[in-house]
């Protein structure tokens, strides 16, 4: 007989070695996350899968599930302390939406969102951050990195490539390219790898493509952000999406 | 009628998008407008408000005048909204947040591109400016967000309207934008 978590009373069935969030997303439940992706080793850094595994907090991309767990996933105490989480991430960077390419398509805001997320609550630190437009095809902008390390992860464990780091730590940790002058033109990206799409908000973006969908007709204006993480991996069918999910043209952004 | 609604609404450091947004609910300003009473508010031109229930903030704070006035209505209002994305987070005037405050004055008054005359503005009629703008949350208590570059109409209307009929103010999933 397979073996069974449940989730929110629901059952989950399970194989050994996947984690919580790997086992609910194959069972169509959607934990909120950002930092998880299915194709890379997890990092468990965002915090936003928080999710009570009898009795405790655990984050739901590094978990693993194991038999008759009890996992609490959409309550209101932990939404809203996703919720805070989210919050956070906003103020700790300089979210302007209405400026950014990214708005409509991007993950925090989505999550943000999901959640319902009417305020950043906290008091803004509008920390100083950098620009690095030096690539002739791919655009940083360090304002709006959350620090997920996907890019770090898609360049490594995709392209074969390792082109991004994390350095510093606390307030003073940011991004760094893997070149002697920092600068990402003297990085080996390409503007196909797999790391420069990846990224789910707006600090890495291919350049002259902000705009071809319009605001408004972007995947989260319409479609929750869940619906569209569970349609990603198989779970809904794809023809109720917005059309630009629907098209492909953002294949890696979403893609679980 | 007795026991209108009284409403009153600013704009601090913002572009007045907002306000226009407000004026986009076009007819239903009538249906509104037999519920409701405007108090200080660019469409009164009335300079200080008194015993409002909703004040509708939009902007965020950029300078001494626009904490004045946001107290003011802090003070006078029984529930506060910050509206738009300026009010919640300061918006794109926030983006000087990252240029020395001297910086900006001089890049607009002594040395940028057809300035005449070139001097720092100093009268004290002029509200100083604060180093940074900031999101109004961040000075006074604020009971109500909504988030919009701008809030479309239909989602004044939502709010009013459900606050109006006694519900706790809620906003569908696609009304909520950050942009
Ligand atoms: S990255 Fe996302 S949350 Fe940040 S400004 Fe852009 S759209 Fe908004
Ligand atoms: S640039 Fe994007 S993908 Fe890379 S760490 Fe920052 S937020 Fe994550
Ligand atoms: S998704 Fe699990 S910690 Fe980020």
């Not at chain 1, 951050?129 to 770090?152: E, G, K, Q, Y």
């Not at chain 1, 790391?195 to 493509?209: Q, S, V």
């Not at chain 2, 300035?115 to 009268?123: A, H, T």
Request: aromatic fraction near 6%; charged fraction near 20%.
């Amino acid at each position: 007989m397979a073996k069974t978590f449940t989730i929110d009373g629901k059952t989950i069935p399970f194989e050994t070695g996947q984690t919580i969030i790997e086992a609910a997303t194959a069972a169509g439940v959607y934990i909120p996350h950002l930092c998880h992706h299915p194709d890379y080793t997890p990092h468990g850094s965002c915090k936003l899968c928080s999710v009570k595994v009898n009795g405790r907090v655990c984050s739901a991309c590094t978990f693993p599930a194991g038999e008759g767990q009890e996992v609490i996933n959409n309550s209101k105490d932990l939404n809203d302390d996703r919720q805070k989480i989210t919050q956070m991430l906003f103020v700790e960077g300089n979210h302007l939406c209405p400026g950014c390419e990214k708005s409509g398509n991007c993950q925090l805001q989505a999550v943000a969102y999901h959640l319902n997320m009417l305020d950043n609550h906290y008091q803004h630190f509008y920390p100083k951050r950098a620009l690095d437009a030096s690539h002739p095809d791919v655009l940083i902008d360090h304002n709006r990195c959350i620090f997920c390390t996907l890019c770090v992860r898609a360049s490594q464990q995709q392209d074969g490539k390792d082109v991004f780091a994390i350095s510093g730590r606390g307030i003073n940790k940011r991004l760094i390219a893997n070149a002697q002058s920092g600068l990402l033109k003297d990085t080996d990206l390409e503007a196909t790898d797999a790391a420069a799409h990846i990224c789910p908000t707006g600090a890495i973006l291919i350049k002259r493509t902000g705009y071809q969908i319009p605001i408004g007709e972007r995947i989260y204006d319409h479609k929750d952000i869940d619906q569209v993480s569970l349609a990603a991996s198989g779970l809904i069918p794809i023809t109720t999406l917005a059309p630009s999910l629907a098209v492909g043209t953002e294949q890696t952004q979403d893609g679980e | 009628m007795a026991n209108k609604i009284r409403i009153a609404t600013t704009s601090l450091a913002g572009c007045f998008g907002c306000h226009m947004s407000f004026l986009d609910l076009d007819e239903r300003l009538l249906q509104l407008a037999e519920v409701v009473e405007f108090d200080r508010s660019p469409i009164t031109d009335i300079e200080h408000c008194t015993n409002c229930d909703i004040g509708l903030i939009e902007g965020g704070v950029c300078n001494s005048e626009n904490v004045h006035v946001l107290r003011e209505f802090r003070k006078n209002c029984k529930i506060l909204v910050a509206v738009g994305a300026c009010a919640i987070n300061g918006g794109l005037p926030a983006l000087r947040n990252f240029i020395p405050l001297e910086e900006c004055l001089a890049e607009s008054y002594l040395d940028g591109i057809g300035v005449e005359n070139p001097q720092i503005p100093s009268d004290p009629e002029l509200p100083l400016l604060l180093d940074k703008v900031r999101p109004i949350h961040e000075v006074v208590k604020i009971d109500y967000f909504l988030p919009g570059c701008p809030p479309s109409a239909d989602v004044f209307w939502k709010f009013l309207t459900d606050f109006l009929e006694g519900r706790e103010p809620s906003l569908p999933y696609e009304w909520v934008h950050y942009d």
